[in-house]
């Protein structure tokens, strides 16, 4: 643990941290399947959206 | 410097790329909102806990009224867009109660110690900022513990949901946000010295840029703009590949909660938009010829209190419904009476992190306190 480590350095072990649990979503939970994604925007869909927020229990 | 930008380009462009083909355009836009955020966080150095330690330190609230302009810019726009959607966008509204009053005081205190809130800690992490870095892998472990108690908290009592809008009507309820977000600005005005009360030119220019990318943010995914439920989604997600069976936890079997934990997080909205964010951090300090240097070296212990700090940071954030981000900026700017509890709680946490801070915070170099 020391101050050695640069920015850059601790920048791509931070990209390499949401990498690592990518790979390891992507292991678990397959790929998404395109044919059931949303369509770009929620606005104008005709849909409620569907995602899980930080307010919801 | 040519290659070294050229790397970053690859990064940004490569992995919306990757979430537009492995996801669809959706997930792709909501890279890009992310990136947004990214770049104005660390680009126009726009933050969260730095202006609320600064009014209270320095007398200066240029950071604060910033952040208040940000957010009555998006009410304005969202209030009106939201009544008109038919029910395609939804607000960030969450009951008070007394778990989520204690999460937000608590959240306060403890994004003081790690120097970064929700939205702080990965844009910190992105920039190459080690205690960010730390702050990050709490925050993750930390808001996914906070799920498994959050049913326990809820149930310690609380209020309906309460909504401006929902008890004042739609043009009442966002006079009233505006005129509560006038009052909080007075204050801070009162509160700054002279020469630290007008934002600068580059806080105005970040305030309208958060703005339009917490409304894009909107009209992509038909929710505002949120943190924690992205990271207590990893810690879950990681938890389970170590063998836990989260469908026996009320907060994961939830119907909702169950699709984001079997789906890929190419498919949770605050999990593309945290991913953005933090890449887009990371290209700010890539792009510049000088990253900066890094944070002053603490104590093991100080890493210790850090690591610590940020569990605190993200189980509070679970119990508060949402961080600086989703109750904060997005609760009060899409009516939610717990954004702005959330508000006065997390300010009072924060006054006692502040003194804490030279407590736990210590550099390795003996002579003084973090500062």
Redesign the interface.
């Given at each position: 643990?020391?101050?050695?480590?640069?920015?850059?350095?601790?920048?791509f072990?931070?990209?390499a941290?949401?990498t690592a649990?990518?790979a390891?979503?992507?292991?678990?939970?397959?790929?998404?399947d395109?044919f059931t994604?949303?369509?770009?925007?929620?606005?104008?869909?005709?849909?409620?959206?569907?995602?899980?927020?930080?307010?919801?229990? | 410097m040519f290659l070294q930008r050229a790397t970053v380009l690859l990064?940004v462009l490569g992995f919306t790329l990757f979430a537009f083909v492995?996801?669809?355009?959706?997930?792709g836009?909501l890279v890009l909102v992310g990136l947004g955020f990214g770049l104005v966080l660390e680009g126009l150095r726009f933050g969260f806990a730095g202006p609320w330690r600064m009014i209270v330190t320095d007398r200066d609230g240029r950071g604060l009224l910033a952040q208040l302009i940000a957010i009555a810019l998006v009410a304005v726009v969202a209030f009106p867009?939201m009544a008109g959607?038919?029910?395609?966008?939804?607000p960030?509204?969450?009951p008070v109660g007394i778990g989520m009053i204690l999460g937000a005081f608590v959240f306060g205190a403890a994004m003081q110690l790690v120097m970064g809130c929700g939205s702080g800690t990965l844009v910190n992490?992105?920039?190459?900022?080690?205690v960010?870095?730390i702050a990050?892998?709490g925050f993750i472990a930390g808001s996914f513990v906070g799920t498994l108690h959050?049913?326990w908290w809820?149930s310690l009592g609380s209020l309906p949901v309460i909504s401006a809008q929902g008890s004042f009507g739609e043009t009442g309820g966002l006079v009233l946000t505006l005129a509560g977000l006038a009052i909080v600005a007075v204050i801070a005005f009162l509160r700054s010295a002279p020469g630290k009360r007008i934002p600068p030119r580059r806080l105005w220019i970040a305030a309208v840029l958060i703005a339009a990318l917490a409304l894009a943010n909107?009209?992509?995914?038909?929710?505002?703009w949120?943190?924690?439920?992205g990271l207590g989604?990893?810690g879950a997600?990681?938890a389970?590949?170590g063998g836990a069976d989260l469908a026996s936890t009320a907060?994961w079997a939830?119907e909702?909660?169950a699709?984001?934990l079997?789906?890929?997080?190419?498919?949770?909205?605050?999990s593309l938009t945290n991913?953005g964010l933090?890449?887009g951090a990371?290209a700010v300090?890539?792009w510049r010829a000088d990253?900066?240097?890094?944070?002053?070296?603490l104590t093991?212990a100080s890493?210790g209190a850090v690591l610590l700090a940020a569990l605190v940071l993200g189980y509070s954030?679970?119990m508060a419904?949402?961080?600086n981000?989703?109750?904060f900026f997005?609760?009060i700017s899409t009516g939610?009476l717990?954004g702005w509890v959330w508000l006065v709680a997390a300010f009072a946490g924060s006054i006692l992190g502040i003194k804490l801070r030279p407590v736990l915070l210590r550099p390795?170099i003996s002579g003084g306190a973090y500062a």
């Open positions: 643990m020391s101050a050695r480590i640069s920015r850059p350095v601790t920048g072990l931070a990209l941290l949401i649990i990518l390891l979503d992507l292991g678990q939970s397959g790929a998404p395109l994604a949303p369509p770009a925007f929620a606005f104008g869909s005709g849909a409620a959206p569907e995602g899980a927020h930080c307010t919801g229990g | 990064i492995m996801a669809g355009p959706r997930a836009l867009l959607s038919g029910g395609e966008l939804v960030a509204h969450a992490a992105g920039s190459g900022n080690l960010g870095l990050l892998a959050l049913g809820s909107l009209v992509i995914a038909g929710q505002p949120g943190i924690v439920y989604l990893w997600k990681i389970q590949a907060f939830a909702g909660n699709t984001r079997a789906e890929s997080i190419l498919t949770d909205v605050t991913i933090l890449i990371f300090m890539r990253p900066g240097a890094q944070t002053q070296a093991l890493y954030a679970r419904f949402g961080c981000v989703g109750a997005s609760g939610s717990h390795r």
